[in-house]
């Protein structure tokens, strides 16, 4: 067993001076059987630990549960990294960001009357002790002094660029000390004056986010901490993307020198991310400044490894600026190897518009009250013009088909709110979309669905039927259906069956279809929309297996081309100019 202490001007490790090298790696944003293929290419690069955000939301998706089954198993994460021989820093929030689904903050935290998000208040402290004693129960035995690889635990999270109550950062950090965590605790925050006075801790170390001038953000640092040692808790080395914008990067060699700037001046760093992954299922969150910007599937980051594990150009660089001030391991990691290129055509359509069960309701439910993230609304109209629909507020995306034929798409993005009815006789239905939750700012866990009364020339629709669509179940549609059926209009599921040799990596090319969904083996690999920058999605290898695999894609808008064609990389979009 060993000791981790903080000195007056570096980490003491049994007593001894120690410098952080850490990586980010996010247990939750890759399969669980290749967390250890992950952790050795750290090992590899020359970092000596690994961080990991811990999720609230994906854990407890419902009061009173705590999930670790699976990618949520961070005992077993944990336990990979300390047999590496690594150490670990983890960073349980509550609120992660991490441009994460509502920053990691769960939905049935906002549905309590009165709760104070990110504040001392009652409700929302009773919530926060009860996830952190799960979390921590894992994390406790799992200590440096335990025999464990953890040597940091971090309170909340870049909190200065949120509030200042410091009473609710010292509950915070009381809660994580009650529950056994006796390591040193560390704040983060951007090195800017305001946000380290506001988010910074008495008796916290206090570390910075940064991923250039990081000279100057290191002095920015000192003032606020003017002893124990200066770390750099994000190192960004890229960036993330949203859909319809660039797809972003960073210039490998100015990453090199900021980060070699960073170490020459004694400090520890952690690189986020050293492996992005992926945004698996509907997890992607989004941010809102006036716009609201939904974020990719892939969280890719233009890491040093990329969204499937490999070692890129940024892996090298900074692994030969590490070896200048820390041993580096001599053994190689092996170059990418291109995936199988293959197509199989896609058969078999189930419409999704008619299948129900539907619910009535006498004003509008939000998704949030019929717990989905995808709904169909139905209301019947009777008006033998034209008329206007106006809706309160979409969130975040809601397509309309009168009497099954489409009519047009009504975007947050666009602040869209009102649609012309060519003519408002029929059956009108609104295919209504969450595209992921905001992770940054005061619009963190905000209803989504429809929000606000639907008038039609100015008078209200009173009646309508709701269709949740279980989108868990989708893989699972065609076990009680049989024949094939014509496609039609509207969100339509599809499935195909693929042969493979043996098990590998697969990427989806999706920039021939709309928008939508897909699976491999009932594994959700995410959400696929034309308008890009991401054009493929990639396939896990341990999702896969040798021999017959399914493939089901639910599409949402159109799908013009009926093959799927899984192609030898990934290709995530044009670059920002």
Not at 250 to 274: C, K, R
């Amino acid at each position: 067993m060993s000791d981790f202490t903080i000195g007056e001007s570096d980490f003491l490790l049994d007593g001894a001076p120690f410098r952080i090298l850490s990586g980010a790696l996010h247990y939750f944003r890759v399969h669980p059987d290749s967390w250890a293929d992950r952790i050795e290419k750290a090992r590899l690069m020359g970092l000596n630990t690994i961080e990991t955000y811990v999720p609230w939301n994906a854990h407890s998706p419902r009061r009173g549960v705590f999930d670790t089954a699976g990618m949520l198993d961070l005992d077993r994460f944990l336990r990979l990294v300390a047999d590496a021989g690594m150490y670990a820093i983890v960073r349980p929030g509550p609120y992660i960001c991490a441009e994460w689904d509502n920053g990691g903050l769960p939905a049935w935290l906002f549905r309590e009357p009165g709760v104070g998000v990110r504040r001392y208040e009652k409700q929302y402290l009773a919530a926060v002790s009860e996830y952190l004693d799960q979390v921590l129960r894992i994390v406790r035995p799992l200590q440096i002094h335990e025999g464990g690889p953890v040597v940091l635990v971090q309170v909340e999270n870049e909190y200065g660029a949120f509030g200042d109550d410091q009473v609710y950062l010292k509950a915070v950090a009381d809660m994580i000390g009650q529950a056994g965590i006796t390591v040193p605790l560390v704040t983060v925050d951007q090195p800017v004056d305001e946000m380290q006075a506001a988010g910074g801790l008495s008796g916290v170390l206090r570390t910075a986010s940064f991923g250039s001038r990081s000279a100057e953000r290191l002095q920015t640092l000192r003032a606020h901490q003017p002893t124990g040692p200066l770390m750099c808790m994000e190192f960004w080395d890229g960036w993330f993307d949203h859909w319809g914008g660039p797809h972003h990067t960073t210039s490998v060699e100015e990453a090199a020198a900021e980060l070699d700037t960073l170490l020459a001046a004694g400090a520890s760093v952690n690189v986020y991310m050293f492996h992005g992954g992926t945004n698996f299922g509907l997890t992607n969150g989004a941010n809102d400044k006036g716009v609201y910007r939904p974020t990719i599937t892939s969280y890719d980051y233009d890491a040093p490894l990329d969204e499937a594990g490999n070692p890129t150009a940024k892996y090298h660089a900074f692994r030969e600026v590490i070896a200048r001030y820390a041993p580096v391991p001599s053994d190689e990691v092996r170059p990418a190897e291109p995936s199988p290129e293959f197509e199989v055509t896609l058969g078999e359509p189930i419409s999704l518009l008619d299948r129900g069960p539907w619910v009535e309701h006498e004003s509008l439910p939000t998704l949030d009250e019929l717990g989905t993230r995808l709904a169909i609304y139905r209301t019947a109209v009777d008006i033998d013009r034209p008329a206007l629909l106006e809706i309160g507020e979409i969130r975040d995306r809601a397509q309309l088909y009168l009497d099954g034929h489409p009519l047009g798409t009504l975007e947050r993005e666009n602040h869209d709110r009102a649609i012309l009815l060519p003519r408002a006789r029929g059956k009108l239905d609104l295919v209504v979309e969450d595209q992921g939750g905001v992770n940054y700012g005061p619009r963190i866990g905000e209803t989504k669905g429809i929000v606000g009364p639907a008038l039609l020339d100015s008078a209200p629709i009173t009646r309508w039927a709701t269709c949740a669509i279980d989108l868990d179940g989708i893989p699972s549609l065609w076990e009680s259906i049989t024949g094939a059926a014509d496609p039609s209009p509207g969100p339509t599921a599809w499935r195909a069956v693929f042969e493979l040799g043996e098990a590998s990596d697969l990427f989806l090319r999706t920039n021939a279809w709309g928008k939508g969904i897909a699976w491999v083996n009932g594994f959700c690999l995410g959400r696929y929309w034309r308008r890009g920058p991401q054009e493929t999605l990639f396939v896990p290898g341990p999702a896969v297996r040798a021999g017959s695999n399914e493939l089901v894609v639910l599409e949402l808008d159109t799908l013009p081309d009926r093959v799927a064609r899984f192609v030898s990389g990934a290709s995530l979009g044009p670059l920002e100019l």
